[in-house]
Each structure stands twice: as structure tokens, then as C-alpha cells.
């Protein structure tokens, strides 16, 4: 009987306007994950780069902000940006929130990284001349990011699946838009725990297939490196 079913059940959900409506709810956790991933990378460095080279101000800084974001919730800064700031829209301010802890988290992949690269290569780049920020791009970041592929990847990943928290706070992303669908569907045709099921189904194969071409991208890397 299921197999009678399945195929109006098909039909019933993937309608050329729900498919649209889902790949717009797709696209927008897309763009809200690789605005995270690019912002959290580039400050979550700057923010290693002052804990561990700068004992002063702003290592002091960088310090806090990572403790307090890195050991707090993630939903309670998304809470904390969509409902108490009052600038740009409901998506901006929780893709903020995003930022504000992933850099947090990738702050400390990257010190990882940055304490690995041997102490000696430190002194033999100032022998040659190089200054502090000459040594960082030259020498010292590219072997980091080298030897972070993994941990920065499956942060990566985990940034990816965060963005379905948005959907608590009615932002269009991919896992808001599918239960928008799932709500409005029974005002449509007659939905079962199968329609239901199919969904949800649905949802995690999408996350799956994301998810699952970034740790083989992983693995690629973590091979040649």
C-alpha cells in the first residue's frame, strides 16, 4: 500500500511552487553559511594571532571574547542579536550571531595551528630580515592553515548545521522554509504521518548531502596535507 502512496505523496509535496519555495530556503542558508565561514575565519585569526602574540591589551581582549562566546550557547546569542539590536534585518542580525561564536570557536583552531609551527622558524625568519607581519604571511600562517584543514572543516560543517537555529526565529533559511511547508500543506491536500515523514526525510538528506561532500573535500585535503 505504501508504494500506491508514495508516488501521490511525491506529488503532493514537490509542487513546482513548493520546490521553489524550499530552494530559496536552501539558498539562504547557503549565503548564511559562507558569510559566517569567510567573516569567522578572517577575525577568528586576528583574534589567535593577539591571544598568542600580544600578552597586552589586546590579547587581553581577544582572551575574553573568546571565553565568553566559545562557553556560552549559541542560541542565546542568536537570541540576544535578533531581539535586542536594532539595526539591518532579522537574517543580518542572526547571521551576527553566527560570527560572533563561530570566530570564537575557530580563534582557537587557529592558536592550535599558529603553536605548532616550530619556535626556530620564528628566529630564522628575523635573521632574514623579516618583520612581525612579513613572518605571519609568509612563514607562520601557511603552515597554520595548512595543518588546520580538518578541525577548520568540520567547524565548517558544524557552522552549516547551526544556521537551522535561525529557523526558531522565523529567518528564511532552509529549515524554516520546510516547516513553513509542512504547516501549510494540510490547507492543500489531505496530509498523513507519511507526508510528514517524507519531509523530514527530505530535510536530512539535503543536510546529509552538504555536510557529506565537505568531509570528503576533508579527507581530500587531510590527505594531501
Known sequence: MTEVLLPQIFKDIFTAGNVHFLLRGLMGTLLISVSTVLISVIFGTILAICRNYDKKVFGKI??????????????????????????????????????????????????????????????????????????????????????????????????????????????????????????????KVTITTAHIFVIFIFIALVYFVINFSLSCIVRRLAKKT
Open 62 to 187: 581577544a582572551s575574553v571574547y573568546i571565553e565568553i562566546f566559545r562557553n556560552t550557547p549559541l542560541l542565546l546569542w542568536i537570541l540576544v542579536c535578533v531581539f535586542m539590536l536594532h539595526f539591518g534585518t532579522a537574517t543580518s542580525r542572526g547571521t551576527l550571531a553566527l560570527i560572533l561564536y563561530t570566530s570564537s570557536v575557530i580563534a582557537e583552531i587557529v592558536r592550535g595551528g599558529l603553536n605548532s609551527v616550530a619556535k626556530g622558524q620564528f628566529e630564522a625568519a628575523r635573521s632574514q630580515g623579516f618583520n612581525f607581519i612579513q613572518l605571519l604571511l609568509y612563514i607562520v600562517l601557511p603552515q597554520c592553515f595548512k595543518r588546520i584543514v580538518p578541525s577548520l572543516m568540520s567547524q565548517i560543517i558544524t557552522t552549516v548545521k547551526d544556521t537551522s537555529f535561525l529557523a526558531q526565529f522565523a529567518i528564511a533559511e532552509f529549515f524554516f522554509n520546510s516547516k513553513v511547508l509542512m504547516s501549510s500543506l494540510p490547507q
